[in-house]
């Protein structure tokens, strides 16, 4: 039997960067992607393929400047702590870039911004706080996401692409339309499943016909809280080392 390769937590001291709008690129029916950069950008980590950073917005015209890291905790020049959201960077070393992508939607504080950004506009950001590490040559490796977890799971297949030996992997992912299935086309090497309407019971279905190995496996379930809450109550028993388990509610129905 291997030994078996768990997940390491990393720390990263906790940052705040006001960086600019470098591009604005459509990337797929249901996502823009902003591109930021600037010398803030200067020492920034992300070793997790499914980190969080939090972004701070703007109300329109405004500009939100960097809060300082006082002993009381975190204090905003103008004492009003602005709306934000978490959201999974994806930074490219090479370049000093890092982008966002946001899934578009009726409603929401961050895909507005993201419509309506402009080259030269500036975004605050704070973190990571730290990573989850997780080790990419698993044999088999699961991973469930509704849109929100799409830029995570894209990260990581850009990942596992470069590996020299490819890992057995399926994804199993839940869309409100068809046509977001784009975002996710270059990787047609890698097994992806679509469910089609956010059919939580359709994804359960698909989960039930799999076959955890006894070893060497990883699972990764994320989304709403509840749906993915309920979803992952099917690999909490003794079969499944739970720390080769990670579960996020990346969203929550109000």
């Known amino acids: ?11 990263n001291e906790l940052r705040f960067r006001e960086l600019s709008v470098l591009r604005v690129e459509r990337i797929g029916a249901g996502f823009q992607r902003i591109v930021l950069g600037g010398e803030a950008l200067e020492g920034f980590s992300s070793r997790g393929f499914d ?17 300082t ?7 905003w020049p103008d004492g009003v702590r602005p709306q ?7 930074y490219n070393a090479e370049r000093h870039e890092l ?10 504080v961050a895909s507005s911004w993201a419509m309506n950004a402009r080259v ?16 990419e040559d698993y044999a088999w490796q699961l991973y469930v996401c509704d849109e929100s977890g799409m830029p995570a799971l894209r990260r990581r297949l850009e990942s596992l692409r470069q590996l020299p030996t490819r890992p057995q992997v399926k994804a199993i992912v839940t ?4 046509a977001y299935q784009d975002y996710l086309a270059e990787f047609s090497e890698f097994e992806i499943e679509w469910v089609i309407g956010h059919r939580e019971q359709a994804v359960a279905d698909k989960l039930a016909t799999l076959s955890v190995p006894a070893e060497d496996y990883f699972i990764w379930v994320t989304g709403e809280g509840a749906v993915a809450k309920s979803l992952v109550s099917r690999f ?8 080769l388990l990670r579960t996020q509610a990346y969203w929550h129905k109000k």
């Open 99 to 108: 982008a966002y992508d946001f899934f578009i939607h009726d409603g929401g």
């Open 1 to 11: 039997m291997k030994e078996k390769k768990y997940p390491q937590r990393v720390r």
């Open 236 to 243: 909490e028993n003794d079969a499944i080392d739970q720390q």
């Open 175 to 178: 869309i409100a339309d068809a």
């Open 120 to 135: 030269g506009d500036t975004l605050t950001i704070g973190g990571p706080r730290g990573s989850l590490v997780v080790p």
């Open 84 to 90: 934000s959201r978490d959201y999974t960077p994806l």
């Open 69 to 75: 890291m006082t002993d009381e905790g975190i204090v």
């Open 51 to 67: 980190d969080h950073t939090k972004l701070f917005f703007p109300q329109a015209g405004e500009r939100i400047a960097p809060p």
